[in-house]
């Protein structure tokens, strides 16, 4: 039967195993005390993993590079059946790792993550001994769009080792690496961000379990990207980019209103507002017009542009300025950003620049740059950045609705997250 490996990536170790209790109910049998959990609670969670799931897997995600013996010796007298080493470690530690487990009941489970080639390495590692190796891409360089698959097709006919995969798997990638020839699905975010855990590794369970073969959709990373900013928060998406990003004293004047779109940047001064309009005939769906004016009390866009651009179809307009014409603006519905509300406007005299760096609520803002909107306010992701932002967000998003679900079912914020343990010393 394939295996699926819950993996405990969180730092609150009573998270841990209440997540685990629910992963296991759903359908996980292996239960892997994740890298970041290992670091913030030590071998304690692998003892209260094992006292808690007798009868399932425990893995010790260590991640050894160095000292093999002692560090499989600990993991395993402390309750682990499994302990990962770095496939780039060198020979001698995993040889070392492989005499420990021996002594102490354990098995080793060689981790190919960031290895230039993963099959020459899985080859050298076969035969040393190791018997168990997992075809890895971590979490960060998930980010960048990076996908394990790719790498188990090529491992899979060249070894006679037992194979895990990990790196993002959800039911349809698992599934995929099950008929790719998969031992082992590894499976942390999709499991333990989700509100519902048990339906979660229960879905996972299904998916290996299941002949039939699931297509995948295969979205292009721009759907991808604009599908994750349309369901995370601008909130969401300032925690993934280290709480920057945010413009300041912008904000929505349609109540309700969400964009997503590239920007089309405007320079003007004054309330002059020719630019401006001029960047609606250049602009169409799918695009915001950001727009610089370096005066917040006389309007540089109204209700006659706000037609124009339903018109067009654009999907908003952020204003670091003033519009006016508000009631006509409300009655079209149009997603308006701005920073002030006021009656009076200035001329077209065409002062200012289209499609230029402009700083716009304190925020540098270049061509085709994403703006995202919503009630709480405007973010600006760097459009080279972009798909490695909505994936961090998206991970932001699952992890706080997790958060939601354990805040109803009793738990407070602070005890949650452990706070008083994590408060910074510094
Ligand atoms: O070891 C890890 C990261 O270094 C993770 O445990 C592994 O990648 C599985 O988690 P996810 O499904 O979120 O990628």
């Known amino acids: 039967m394939i295996k699926i490996q819950v993996a405990l990536d969180v730092i609150e170790p009573d998270r841990a195993v209440s997540i685990a209790e629910e992963a296991v ?132 006919s060249e070894t006679g080792m037992e194979i895990a995969v990990a790196g993002g798997l959800t039911p349809e990638t698992a599934h995929e690496a099950v008929l790719t020839g998969a031992d082992i699905v590894v499976v942390g975010s999709y499991i333990i961000n989700s509100d519902n ?102 309007a540089m866009w109204g209700g006659l542009a706000t037609q124009t651009a339903v018109s067009r179809k654009l999907e908003g307009v952020v204003i670091d300025g003033a519009v006016r014409d508000f009631d006509e603006v409300q009655k079209m519905n149009f997603p308006v950003f701005a920073a002030n509300i006021v009656p009076n406007a200035g001329d077209p005299k065409g002062l200012g620049e289209i499609n230029v760096e402009i700083v716009c609520g304190n925020q540098t803002v270049h061509p085709g740059d994403y703006i995202i909107g919503d009630d709480s306010g405007v973010v600006v992701v760097p459009k080279e950045r972009a798909y490695e932002i909505a994936r961090r967000s998206e991970e932001v998003w699952k ?15 602070a005890g949650a997250l452990d706070l008083l343990k994590w408060e910074t010393q510094k």
Request: charged share 30%; no cysteine; aromatic share 4%.
């Open 399 to 413: 992890h706080e609705k997790r958060l939601f679900e354990e805040i109803k079912n009793g738990k407070t914020l």
């Open 25 to 156: 109910a759903g359908g996980a049998d292996w239960i892997e005390a994740g890298t970041p959990l290992i670091k913030s609670a030590g071998m304690e969670i692998i003892r209260k993993l094992r006292e808690t799931f007798p009868d399932n897997i425990i893995l010790a995600d260590m991640k050894t590079m160095d000292v093999g013996a002692a560090e499989v010796e600990m993991a395993a007298k402390s309750g682990a059946d499994v302990v990962t080493i770095l496939a780039a470690a060198e020979d001698v530690v995993i040889t070392q790792a492989l005499m420990s487990a021996e002594k102490y009941g354990a098995r080793v489970m060689v981790d190919l993550i960031s290895v230039p080639d993963p099959v020459t390495r899985a080859k050298e590692v076969e035969a040393l001994g190791v018997d168990l190796v997992n075809v890895h891409v971590g979490i960060d360089a998930q980010m960048t769009g990076e996908s394990p698959i790719d790498k188990l097709k090529k491992l899979v």
């Open 197 to 298: 855990v048990r339906q979660s590794a229960a879905n996972v369970r299904k998916a290996v379990d299941s002949n039939e073969k699931i297509t995948l959709k295969k979205k292009s990373a721009e759907e991808e990207m604009v599908e994750i900013f349309n369901r995370v928060s601008t909130s969401n998406i300032s925690d993934a980019m280290h709480r920057k990003g945010a413009m300041q004293g912008i904000s929505s004047k349609i109540p309700g209103k969400k964009i997503v779109g590239k920007a089309v940047t405007v320079r003007s001064f004054g309330g002059d507002w020719a630019k401006p309009v001029e960047a609606i005939d250049i602009s169409g769906p799918g695009d915001i017009i950001v727009i610089y004016n370096g005066n917040r009390d006389i």
